[in-house]
């Protein structure tokens, strides 16, 4: 593994010298960076140029340019653009907006379309796996920038429109109702009574919840509530322990279950230091979380189940702690809307400039302006990892051993988690570590329409003005990134398929 690494660093710091020098070449030939300057009075202009002419060493040759260049880059030094600021804080500015922007839709791209391609792969050739397919190519064949922009007329100008008067007309919670009844009869195994059970159940319940919204505008002040937090924990460790240790009460089910009755008993304990806490003190809660539902899983689940406890624990943990955190945001939403005007879903920008409110109205002003964005990377993004991730478990289902281990007698939930899921990833695998080396380099037409300055818009900028300091700048970061999340893909590689030896 270490001559493998070592190999793959060498290899790489070579095809990244070459490749910012071609870069580099190109980046100081798309165009004249003095255009501007020339059109100035005649008794300004000389000076202008000679200014700039120095700070960007425009009377050397290229080659020249290129070395000093990365001889300051190997310190850790960018230089400056041609108007003298910082690269490196331009840069720094860039990659936390870029980190902010797509990350996450890439991680909830990435973890809902292996959900749903795997799902779709189960239940192959019926109404949900049509649904999806057709649903995955719609998404894929759409523009990001007319996905934008219809998410900015009817996700926020609309939306924040709709939330002066939140009544959900009648016909819209039908139609909501019964596709949501379609939905799960899809999903259900079994004949047609079975199916028709599961459609009024599920059409019942969301046509009384979103009456029940509608009926009490909880959106103009929303929150879930202990209840529904309590609900919420005990549902996801029973849905945790049933997918990591099947569906009969053992240790794995007792651990989640304890780790989920933790949770909803500190979310009154802790109700005063949640009332306006800082970012150390929720990375601090998410840790003692971590350590919590591990110490349970191992106490709880004993020599033969302590590794399935610990998992079922430590997901449910998480888990309920995704949804105290969740409640406290929406419990500050009516004063952060206010604040905004009753429009607490912006349509430009990371953040609304020189806001001042508790760290939970801080979070919403985040997610405000974040929301749009992120879902039109996901939409974009969630076809292709369904497809991919339906289409290799369909593939990995008809193997040997996938047959074998049916044969020898394991259960089928054992069969698709433990052999078909694990070898599946492989192809999904390549195409996650793509995905995440490029889009460090940020989404140039998305930042374009929300009106984001991020890495895309440090690139256009430095085309535009034919200023290599920040293309190249840009270059490194995204270069760097693709090189290393390709190494770690083949790492992954030999962890997801033990047939695989990077010797």
Known sequence: MLVFIARRLVVSVFVLFAATFVMFVLATNTGDPLADLRELPENAREAAMAERTERMRLDLPVHARYLLWLGAVATGDFGVNRQGQDVNVLLSDAVSATMQLVVAATLLAIIIGIAIGIVSALRQYSGFDHSVTFGAFVAFSLPIFWVGVLLKQYGAIEFNNWLEQ??????????????????????????????????????????????FVSVTRWFTDPGLGPVVVAISAFGAAVGFS????????????????????????????LSPVLADPGLVVIVGLAAATVVVCVVLGHVIGGVLYRREAVAAALWTGLFTGGVIFVDRMLRSFASYSASMQGRPISTVGASTPNYQGTFWELSLDSAGHLALPTLALILVSLATYTRYSRASMLEVMNQDYVRTARAKGLPERTVMTRHAFRNGLIPVTTLAAYDFGTVIGGAVVTETVFGWRAMGHLLLTGLNEADPAPVMAFFVVAGGAIVLFNMVADITYAYLDPRIRLS
């Open 166 to 211: 939140p009544v959900i007309p009648a016909p819209l919670i039908v139609a909501v109702a019964l596709a949501a009844g379609l939905a799960w009869s899809s999903l259900v195994v079994g004949d047609r009574r079975t199916r028709v059970i599961a459609f009024a159940g599920a059409a019942a319940a969301t046509a009384g919840v979103l009456t």
């Open 242 to 269: 049933v997918l990591i240790s099947g569906p009969r009460p053992n240790r794995p089910m007792y651990a989640a279950l304890a780790s989920a009755g933790t949770g909803t008993v500190l979310y009154f304990a």
